[in-house]
Nanobody
Framework: QVQLVESGGGLVQAGGSLRLSCAAS????????MGWFRRAPGEQRELVAS???????NYADFVKGRFTISRDNAKNTLYLQMNSLKPEDTAVYYC???????????WGQGTQVTVSS
């Protein structure tokens, strides 16, 4: 079974940056799609960004221009570079991996991002 482990979360002030990592025990090249969700307290889960195996990326409107998703197949790691952070970005961020479109077969444990005003 594949395991995904997120890291890189923390506490930053508004306008700061964080880089989240999602290290996979498997070969991420085998996944059709990987990405990041987030869930804030009292809010529903929302998709932040995703990336297909062939390199196509997609971003939620609320992070477009601020966040960048990338992957390093050699290191079997997915990244989320988060710039110009806002207090409303405060949430637990989860990475996922899918063998097929929409299946979301594996999930990480989450990493907390807190942005102070």
């Amino acid at each position: 079974q594949v395991q995904l482990v997120e890291s890189g979360g923390g506490l930053v002030q508004a306008g700061g940056s964080l880089r989240l990592s999602c290290a996979a025990s498997g070969i991420i090249f085998n996944f059709n799609n990987m990405g990041w969700f987030r869930r804030a307290p009292g809010e529903q889960r929302e998709l932040v960004a995703s990336m297909t195996n062939n390199g196509r990326t997609n971003y939620a409107d609320f992070v477009k221009g601020r966040f960048t998703i990338s992957r390093d197949n050699a290191k079997n790691t997915l990244y989320l570079q988060m710039n110009s952070l806002k207090p409303e970005d405060t949430a637990v961020y989860y990475c996922y991996a899918s063998y097929a479109v929409g299946t979301r077969d594996y999930w990480g444990q989450g990493t907390q991002v807190t942005v102070s005003s």
